[in-house]
T-cell receptor
Framework: AQSVTQLDSHVSVSEGTPVLLRCNYSSSYSPSLFWYVQHPNKGLQLLLKYTSAATLVKGINGFEAEFKKSETSFHLTKPSAHMSDAAEYFCVVSDQAGGYNKLIFGAGTRLAVHP | KAGVTQTPRYLIKTRGQQVTLSCSPISGHRSVSWYQQTPGQGLQFLFEYFSETQRNKGNFPGRFSGRQFSNSRSEMNVSTLELGDSALYLC?????????????FGSGTQLSVL
């Protein structure tokens, strides 16, 4: 069975400082991993996805994530936080057993950015 | 190109009633998925439709059902509503619904059951 664990439910940073949101995964297959962001009262937006082409994945808005198989991790980082980055972030693994898109979401990490 | 459209945006129902939620996918997308989001359980997969056929189903009771029309629009229905069904219901579309495909989410329908 596949699953993801987001290690922090809340992260608070100051504007201009680095962001690190941590995610560990469990998968019987070579996983497809994603990070999605949800702003208040909005739907989910894809930040980036890993599908085995490259271990360092660059996404939108300056975010990137590194796939580390030895650590079963897929942490999300950004060098410098912006106020507009305040949102909830979800680490997601694609359940490939059925062959079709069925996403398994982590519990989410709420990112607060302070001036 | 218009995004994924979900209607209505908000719904208030009472226990025992039934409700129908609607989702219009992005033009050309044939796969529609539904997810339930609650503070306690997080985001959980309900089901996925492609070409009017349910291909995948999550672990929800039979009170939750859905369908897809020939124009790819989808509806989900919840019968005999319970307080625990209060949630944000999100719809997502993609071209074919294959494993690594990017999903485009709507803004959701917020259902409150009183």
């Amino acid at each position: 069975a596949q699953s993801v664990t987001q290690l922090d439910s809340h992260v608070s940073v100051s504007e201009g400082t680095p962001v690190l949101l941590r995610c560990n995964y469990s998968s019987s297959y070579s996983p497809s991993l994603f990070w999605y962001v949800q702003h208040p009262n909005k739907g989910l937006q894809l930040l980036l996805k890993y599908t085995s082409a490259a271990t360092l994945v660059k996404g939108i808005n300056g975010f990137e994530a590194e796939f580390k198989k030895s650590e079963t991790s897929f942490h999300l980082t950004k060098p410098s936080a912006h106020m507009s980055d305040a949102a909830e972030y979800f680490c997601v693994v694609s359940d490939q057993a059925g062959g079709y898109n069925k996403l398994i979401f982590g519990a989410g990490t709420r990112l607060a950015v302070h001036p | 190109k218009a995004g994924v459209t979900q209607t209505p945006r908000y719904l208030i129902k009472t226990r025992g009633q039934q409700v129908t939620l609607s989702c219009s996918p992005i033009s050309g997308h044939r796969s529609v998925s539904w997810y339930q989001q609650t503070p306690g359980q997080g985001l959980q997969f309900l089901f996925e439709y492609f070409s009017e056929t349910q291909r995948n189903k999550g672990n929800f009771p039979g009170r939750f059902s859905g369908r897809q029309f020939s124009n790819s629009r989808s509806e989900m229905n919840v019968s005999t509503l319970e307080l625990g069904d209060s949630a944000l219901y999100l719809c997502a579309s993609s071209p074919d619904g294959t494993t690594n495909e990017k999903l485009f989410f709507g803004s959701g329908t917020q259902l409150s059951v009183l």
